[in-house]
């Protein structure tokens, strides 16, 4: 039985270094269309763009025990419109379709038109919670099964 709950053990020691010390792959484009910052102009489709502003922004809270979540928006003025970007969100300016990301929190907006890159790192980071969740079960169920080992070594016996 010791060698049993040793295995278990080893299990999840080696389950719970992969966990913590996994990294969390985030969205990033390495040749985006456009990178900006507040007050830059772009150009796309023949029209003129203009990068107005990103900040933080606080969301929810609202006193009842519910916490405050914070993003970043950017601003993007054309003539009289005003466009408001959020991380990942989908943007259509002209005819092109662009994924915004801010790559270092708050003050760089990257457009990339590469719809398919996205959905690639999307599917990447997906299967990567997946296979994270999948490594904290395991670590759960080996030092529950550890310590049913050592109860049931304990139980006395009848003979």
Wanted: a negative charge.
């Amino acid at each position: 039985m010791a060698v049993y709950a040793a295995l278990f053990l080893l299990v999840a020691g080696v389950a719970g270094v992969l966990t913590v010390t996994a990294e969390s792959p985030e969205v990033a484009f390495e040749n985006p269309d456009h990178e900006l910052s507040s007050g830059d102009t772009f150009e796309v489709d023949g029209t003129e763009y203009v990068v107005a502003e990103i900040s933080e922004v606080e969301e929810g809270g609202g006193g009842h025990g519910g916490s405050a979540e914070t993003s970043v928006v950017a601003t993007i003025e054309q003539g009289n419109e005003t466009i408001e970007v959020e991380d990942e969100s989908t943007v259509t300016l002209g005819e092109t379709d662009f994924v915004a990301n801010f790559p270092d929190g708050t003050s760089t907006l990257t457009l990339s038109s590469d719809m398919d890159e996205y959905e690639a790192q999307v599917a990447g980071i997906n299967q990567f919670e997946q296979y994270n969740s999948g490594l904290t079960r395991v670590l759960i169920l080996s030092l529950f099964s550890v310590v049913l080992l050592l109860a049931a070594a304990f139980v006395p016996s009848r003979y």
